[in-house]
């Protein structure tokens, strides 16, 4: 019982020591969160910080360290191994006249084969594994980059809405103006502070938004947009039929997926041939005992090789085989679905760019020729005035991320852009 609470009190004792790291994390975080100071980054500048500290890109960049790991692991495991081992000999009551002779030591090594048909299959999974994350590396730095692309679009988005507000100079006037000013404000105004209120959630968003993309959060980040790659996908359509150069990463990883299964249905197979065992070993490279020391010889060389098969008398391998090939059939089914399903949006999502850059350009004339028109001092006419254009700057700002959207999934399929 002592042993006992002696463990649970240096489990705590450990633990309280991790709960300090972390509080002394937190604090330094409060402390660096109010004293952040501004920083501004071009296209490159963000690409580069990004590849470097995204933590979804490094956790996909040691899935693939891990991978190659394995890889050579196989032949590692193919390597001798060597021990020692000591061993004391002596009757409790002659412990006091304990010597050297009572003391053994052996040093000893080992090589054991695997056998065939589990090395084929470890080898050939391990080298499918490395095959599989260096896909998916590369897929996660796609997503990224167009995702942290349209963070660019929406952060235009965001200082083009906030200029506008601040020309109102309601940006701030929530601060400085008194409570009668502000119940008694006209339907204009009121207007305009909804669109401060949602420009100031905006801007909390994609400042989170940036800092965990980014991977940084030691600055309020703010994005310029020199250098930001221009995608032509509404006036140069992507031709989905060359499938050489369209989505060719992403028709890899379902292939992938079906030799993962093919290569656990070869194993099941394998399973009722015999496997062959090798092994070879020493029992003693150098030993000691009562003084007297022996060292390495042929003669203690021992080999083994062996060879067994099980019959399936309990079905229990033919029921593991059928239900592999129930999965395989499955996931052919599932690929050709997704496929399908991956074509018919593509079809779609090009009409769809389609209105929306006809619906952009309309919102972009109406909004001009509203700004063209002469200011009426009427309060009647001057609140339509400010709801149109409400609408109008709701309506422009919602196309063109949808557009920013529609065209990453385009890049996102359009391999050939990528190779430059």
Do not use: H
Not at 176 to 196: G, V
Not at 263 to 276: G, I, N, Q
Request: positive net charge.
């Amino acid at each position: 019982m002592p042993l006992l609470f002696c463990s649970c009190r240096s489990v705590r004792e450990n633990l309280n020591v991790q709960v300090e790291k972390v509080d002394s994390v937190y604090e330094k975080s409060l402390a660096e969160y109010g004293n952040k100071k501004s920083k501004k980054l071009n296209w490159d500048m963000a690409l580069d910080l990004m590849l470097k500290n995204n933590l979804e890109l490094k956790r996909a960049r040691d899935s693939l360290d891990r991978a190659i790991e394995n890889r050579a692991q196989i032949y590692w495991d193919l390597v001798p191994s060597l021990g020692l081992s000591a061993n004391l000999s002596k009757s409790l009551t002659d412990l006091g006249d304990l010597s050297s002779r009572d003391i053994r030591f052996n040093v000893f090594s080992a090589i054991n084969f695997p056998g065939l048909i589990s090395l084929y299959s470890r080898r050939y999974a391990s080298l499918l594994g490395v095959i599989v994350a260096e896909w998916n590396l590369k897929l996660k730095g796609r997503e990224l980059i167009i995702r942290l692309r349209e963070l660019f679009l929406e952060y235009a988005d965001f200082e083009m809405r906030k200029g506008i507000v601040a020309k109102g100079q309601l940006w701030s006037s929530s601060k400085t103006r008194k409570l009668s000013e502000l119940i008694d404000s006209t339907p204009e105004e009121i207007l305009l502070e909804q669109q401060a209120f949602n420009l100031r959630i905006s801007e909390n968003q994609l400042s989170l938004s940036l800092a965990k993309m980014l991977g940084n959060f030691d600055y309020r980040w703010e994005l310029v947009q020199e250098g930001l790659p221009e995608l032509s996908y509404a006036e140069k359509p992507l031709d989905l039929t060359r499938k050489d150069k369209v989505g060719v990463l992403l028709r890899q990883k379902q292939a992938a997926n079906l030799e993962a299964l093919r290569l656990r249905e070869v194993t099941a197979k394998l399973s009722y041939f015999p496997d062959l065992n090798l092994g070879l070993s020493s029992p003693s490279l150098y030993r000691v005992s009562n003084k007297t020391a022996t060292g390495f010889s042929v003669d203690d060389m021992i080999v083994r090789l062996g060879s067994s098969v099980s019959f399936d008398t309990n079905l229990r391998r033919s029921r593991q085989l059928k239900d592999i090939r129930r999965e395989i059939e499955f996931q052919n089914r599932f690929m050709k679905d997704e496929i399908r399903a991956q074509i018919q949006k593509a079809f779609l999502a090009q009409q769809e760019l389609s209105l929306v850059v006809s619906e952009l350009d309309l919102a972009n004339l109406r909004l001009t020729s509203l700004d063209a028109q002469p200011r009426s001092s009427d309060l009647n006419e001057m609140r339509v005035y400010l709801e149109k254009r409400f609408v109008l700057l709701e309506r422009l700002s919602s196309l063109q991320l949808k557009k920013a959207r529609i065209e990453g999934g385009f890049w996102l399929l359009d391999d050939d852009k990528w190779r430059k």
